[in-house]
């Protein structure tokens, strides 16, 4: 794109007044209160209204710096897997329980190098499991099932 | 130490869960059991339960493990065993949060009346009524003409919405016929520290915080509002004494196991906690605090019942006479 | 009684074999539960609880002084290594001691933590021994004005820890502020942000955030150019601090020892303040402050002892007023009460040998921590030697099973992810995410103390400048801001503020 400003500092702006708007038109629902009582929306409008002259501000600045590149590629892989696993993690940790869950989270975790072959992979999941497993429930005493309802017949 | 028979325990929890064998009430109990407090670690309802759990699991002959779920004014941790399995081994001991909740949350996800099985009361705290220390009024018949006449002018310290100290100036100012400006704190922990430093004039909070600063001289003290005095501070007169007919407030606590639980398994766990209510340790301890366990005739299914209905009614009517709501 | 002979009084308590062996548990027990992000010292006094039943009073609390004192040694042991901070005082010691871990000298870091937190921990024990009492009343001196005084001055002075642009380290503070405001109000109890998710009701939960836009978030950096080299650290060649190393680093212990031991007295939140006030502090007066950011030994050793000092010195309103200043207090408290004593304005009186015996085994629990810390420096750093596809996989483990086991909480993981990728976006973009947790940690006080001290004042805001502490505070604050527009400064900035890439 032949734009002449920094694409970082306008993807950052967006990104502070994005959430800027977000936090303040949530908090317009909120009761505003008074100086004296001072409501729960009292503080989130006016910062999210600072964030949002900030955002505004640093997408501004980057109007006149040089465009810098479109930086290094971005590692989807790495993103999809990583914050996937993460997301299983949470999503099922109470059904599935300890065991498989640390097992399988291990595994699409280490698959996201690229430098992991499937063995590699297999081999450090197990080796994680195990270790978490002398760490959080030997160790430090961690309530937690094994094996979770989910599995249970 | 301890923690390798912990996970010894836990490792049995799964093995019996993976393969499905549901425990029997005759051979109950038969796996360590844990007690859920809705509060966070280190606060009086924490210290109450683990006083209490570790009595209880001489009597039972299995460990119970205290586990905190804190989180929307003790609803999380509630909730939470409301919907687990009634097999005895997920309890709650709660305190008069539990008769609250349905009057200041809108939406509940458990109902205090038919989710829960209840197992019996385990203890009553009183609470005082306290002021800095250079807090003009001398007795208790000065402040309440101090709180008629200042109203708004007194700064009322409670730790939040909800809580036993926010429902104790409720009551005050409800039989004073009077507001004062309440001041909310993250807990009675930090309103104790601006109450000792003068930056707010009055509070009502447990024996617990309360005491050892009241002996100490660094806080003034008016009254308790139990409708008798109490040992730990006998010079202290009762609310009631003052004029502030019939009133009665006390943290109570209860222990609670999800509805539908074996009426054997509860019968069980209700001679455990009647044991563990009778042990010396328990009983000194308590004093410490404060605070006295309630009689056996009191640690019974009935009589948390009861109690419980009974509160449910009383802090509807009160909370919503005071318009205060946590969402 | 005088202080000699109270002292001598808390020595033979704490010599007593059997208090010096729960005392070494103690501190190893921090140590270990501080290096693993999430179970922090908050968990694990929890658990030990039931435990130390069985103790005698002064043996139950030195034990459990010491894991709350081993753990903020621990806690920057994760931080420098894997850039995983565990609490927002290691998050700063992350900011360089990272780097320098990147540069092949995560012993040298390591080694200033352990060097600086001694001597910090060392210092304000001896504070508590002889000021404790007038101390903590001077300290009750802070009311809900004089804190926000003090949090704004900490803001603005905080604006050093960016070492990019100064606009967008102020949008990440705010940003911070806003987000340390999800959870239910607690002066109105409307839950706020949630979503209507009652896990949310208490806010996001601090370790899931610092997790995120710190640990996973540089794992997601690694892995951009992974193609090309395999990341990690380079190679490490020597453990231990230079001559000139240690020129570097005196002056920084010495300033953030002070500084740590006057605000951890401070018992609504000063602690929080500690270590990011010290890398601010350190940066101002650096003469080399482009460093900072990039492996500065300075931003490791003053922040480091700032925190181990206000460690320590956060004791001061627990054991004189009986007043906890942050949750592992109140889980003291606890601890106390268990043991049949009410922690009060009495304890120095009635229970001199306990009061004098806990001090004097702090001390003690000092050097046993340094005597068990710097061999261990050659153990983590060896552990830096596993190649990253190993270890990364690893980190995310670490950091979902540890956050999980807090509040045993899906949401707080749930949040992790979600940070990872705001963080990932903004770091990307050239913010820094240390503004950001300073915010996040400071945004809750802010709003309470300034709704408080506007209820208390009757709305009347002169409350802030008639009342002389917070007068003061707000006019050091303005000070700060005045050096920070100062033309000249300015330009010496823009040198400063050079991109590094």
């Given at each position: 794109m032949a734009l002449n400003a920094s694409r970082d500092d306008l993807a950052a702006g967006a990104i502070f007044v994005a959430f800027g708007s977000f936090f303040a038109l949530e908090a317009m629902k909120y009761e505003f209160g008074t100086p004296f009582r001072?409501?729960?929306?009292?503080?989130?409008?006016?910062?999210?209204?600072?964030?949002?002259?900030l955002g505004i501000a640093v997408a501004a600045k980057g109007f006149g710096k040089p465009e810098t590149g479109s930086g290094p590629a971005w590692p989807w892989r790495g993103i999809v897997l990583v914050l996937g696993t993460i997301l299983?993690?949470?999503?099922?940790i109470r059904g599935?329980?300890?065991?498989?869950?640390?097992?399988?989270?291990?595994?699409?975790?280490?698959?996201?190098?690229?430098?992991?072959?499937?063995?590699?992979?297999?081999?450090?999941?197990?080796?994680?499991?195990?270790?978490?497993?002398?760490?959080?429930?030997?160790?430090?005493?961690?309530?937690?099932?094994?094996?979770?309802?989910?599995?249970?017949? | 130490m301890n923690t390798f028979v912990r996970t010894f325990a836990a490792a049995l929890v799964a093995a019996s869960a993976l393969s499905g064998i549901s425990a029997m009430a005759q051979d109950y109990p038969n796996q360590p059991i844990t007690i859920v407090v809705p509060f966070s670690a280190g606060g009086p309802?924490?210290?109450?339960?683990?006083?209490?759990?570790?009595?209880?699991s001489e009597d039972l002959g299995q460990q119970v493990v205290v586990q905190n779920v804190g989180g929307a004014g003790g609803t999380l941790g509630a909730g939470q065993v409301a919907a687990a399995n009634a097999d005895g081994y997920t309890l709650l001991l709660h305190h008069i949060g539990m008769s609250t909740a349905p009057a200041l949350y809108a939406s509940l996800p458990f109902d205090p009346m038919t989710d829960f099985a209840p197992i019996g009361l385990v203890t009553e705290v009183p609470m005082t009524v306290v002021a800095r220390r250079d807090f003009e009024p001398a007795t208790l018949e000065d402040l309440i003409a101090h709180i008629k006449e200042n109203g708004e002018n007194i700064t009322y310290a409670n730790a939040g919405i909800g809580a036993a100290s926010q429902l104790c100036g409720l009551l005050i100012m409800d039989a004073l016929d009077t507001k004062m400006t309440e001041v909310p704190y993250q807990g009675t922990g930090p309103a104790m520290t601006d109450l000792l430093g003068g930056q707010i004039d009055m509070m009502c909070d447990q024996t617990t915080n309360t005491t050892s600063q009241i002996q100490a001289g660094e806080?003034?003290?008016?009254?308790?509002?139990?409708?008798?005095?109490?040992?730990?501070?006998?010079?202290?007169?009762?609310?009631?004494?003052?004029?502030?007919?019939?009133?009665?407030?006390?943290?109570?606590?209860?222990?609670?196991?999800?509805a539908g639980t074996d009426p054997a398994i509860v019968a069980r766990l209700q001679t455990a906690l009647q044991a563990a209510l009778a042990n010396e340790t328990v009983g000194n301890s308590f004093a410490e605090l404060g605070t006295y366990p309630v009689p056996a005739d009191q640690a019974t299914p009935e009589a948390l019942a009861e109690t419980l209905e009974g509160q449910i009614a009383l802090w509807k009517e009160v909370i919503s006479a005071a318009g205060v709501s946590a969402q | 009684m005088d202080l000699v002979s109270s002292l001598a009084l808390g020595f033979s308590v704490a010599l007593d074999p059997v208090n010096i062996l729960y005392c070494f548990i103690g501190v190893l027990l921090g140590t270990l539960v501080g290096v693993l992000p999430g179970i922090g010292p908050t968990a694990t006094i929890a658990m030990l609880l039931p435990i130390t039943f069985t103790l005698g009073p002064a043996t139950a609390l030195i034990m459990l002084a010491g894991i709350y004192y081993g753990a903020?040694?621990?806690?920057?042991?994760?931080?420098?290594?894997?850039?995983?901070?565990?609490?927002?005082?290691?998050?700063?010691?992350?900011?360089?001691?990272?780097?320098?871990?990147?540069?092949?000298?995560?012993?040298?870091?390591?080694?200033?933590?352990?060097?600086?937190?001694?001597?910090?921990?060392?210092?304000?024990?001896?504070?508590?021994?002889?000021?404790?009492?007038?101390?903590?009343?001077?300290?009750?001196?802070?009311?809900?004005p004089e804190y926000f005084s003090l949090i704004v001055l900490g803001l603005l002075v905080s604006i050093a820890l960016a070492h990019g642009s100064i606009l967008k380290a102020l949008a990440m503070i705010v940003l911070g502020l806003l987000l340390g405001m999800v959870g239910q109000d607690i002066y109105t109890g409307t839950p706020r942000f949630t979503f209507g998710v009652r896990e949310l009701f208490g806010g996001l939960n601090f370790v899931a955030v610092a997790v995120g836009v710190f640990g996973i978030a540089e794992i997601l950096r690694n892995l951009e150019n992974e193609t090309e080299r395999e990341v990690g650290v380079k190679k490490v060649t020597n453990l231990w601090l230079t001559r000139e190393d240690f020129g570097r680093i005196w002056a920084p212990i010495l300033r953030g020892t002070g500084l740590g031991s006057v605000?951890?007295?401070?018992?609504?939140?000063?602690?929080?303040?500690?270590?990011?006030?010290?890398?601010?502090?350190?940066?101002?007066?650096?003469?080399?402050?482009?460093?900072?950011?990039?492996?500065?030994?300075?931003?490791?050793?003053?922040?480091?002892?700032?925190?181990?000092?206000?460690?320590?010195?956060?004791?001061?309103?627990?054991?004189?007023?009986?007043?906890?200043?942050?949750?592992?207090?109140?889980?003291?408290?606890g601890a106390f009460i268990l043991q049949g004593i009410t922690p009060g304005p009495n304890v120095i009186n009635e229970q001199p040998a306990l009061f004098w015996g806990i001090i004097a085994s702090m001390w003690i629990g000092n050097l046993l921590l340094i005597i068990l810390n710097l061999p261990l420096i050659g153990l983590w750093v060896k552990m830096l030697s596993i190649p990253y596809r190993v270890l990364f996989p690893a980190i995310v483990l670490f950091a979902c099973i540890g956050t999980y086991s807090i509040n045993q909480n899906i949401y707080d993981v749930y949040a992790i992810a979600f940070f990872a990728m705001v963080g990932y976006l903004l770091i990307r973009f050239g913010c820094e995410p240390a503004p950001l947790l300073l915010g996040f940690v400071l945004g809750p006080l802010l709003e309470e103390h300034l709704r408080r001290a506007m209820i208390i004042s009757r709305g009347d805001p002169m409350i802030f400048v008639t009342r002389p502490i917070s007068a003061t505070l707000l006019l050091l604050a303005l000070a700060a801001v005045l050096v920070a527009v100062l033309p000249a400064i300015r330009r010496k900035r823009q040198e400063v503020f050079v991109e590094d890439d």
């Open positions: 001072m409501g729960p929306g009292f503080m989130p409008i006016l910062l999210g209204g600072i964030l949002v002259a299983f993690f949470a999503a099922t599935l329980g300890f065991v498989p869950v640390v097992l399988t989270t291990a595994l699409v975790t280490a698959l996201s190098s690229r430098r992991n072959s499937w063995l590699a992979a297999l081999v450090i999941a197990l080796g994680l499991t195990m270790l978490c497993y002398l760490i959080f429930v030997v160790g430090l005493g961690m309530i937690v099932p094994l094996f979770g309802p989910w599995l249970s017949f | 309802t924490d210290t109450v339960t683990r006083l209490v759990a570790a009595a209880m806080i003034k003290a008016y009254a308790v509002t139990t409708p008798e005095r109490i040992a730990v501070l006998p010079d202290l007169p009762t609310l009631a004494e003052g004029g502030l007919d019939n009133f009665n407030l006390a943290i109570w606590h209860g222990l609670y196991a999800p | 903020q040694y621990g806690g920057s042991t994760t931080a420098i290594l894997i850039n995983l901070p565990g609490e927002s005082s290691s998050a700063v010691t992350a900011i360089d001691g990272y780097q320098m871990a990147r540069q092949g000298r995560a012993g040298q870091a390591l080694a200033t933590a352990a060097i600086g937190s001694f001597f910090a921990g060392s210092v304000a024990t001896l504070l508590l021994a002889f000021f404790a009492p007038p101390l903590a009343r001077a300290a009750l001196n802070f009311g809900a605000l951890g007295i401070l018992p609504g939140g000063g602690h929080i303040l500690s270590s990011f006030a010290s890398y601010s502090a350190e940066k101002r007066l650096s003469k080399n402050p482009q460093e900072f950011g990039k492996g500065a030994i300075e931003g490791v050793a003053g922040p480091e002892s700032a925190n181990n000092a206000a460690a320590q010195t956060s004791f001061i309103p627990l054991m004189t007023l009986g007043i906890p200043a942050h949750p592992v207090m109140a889980l003291m408290v």
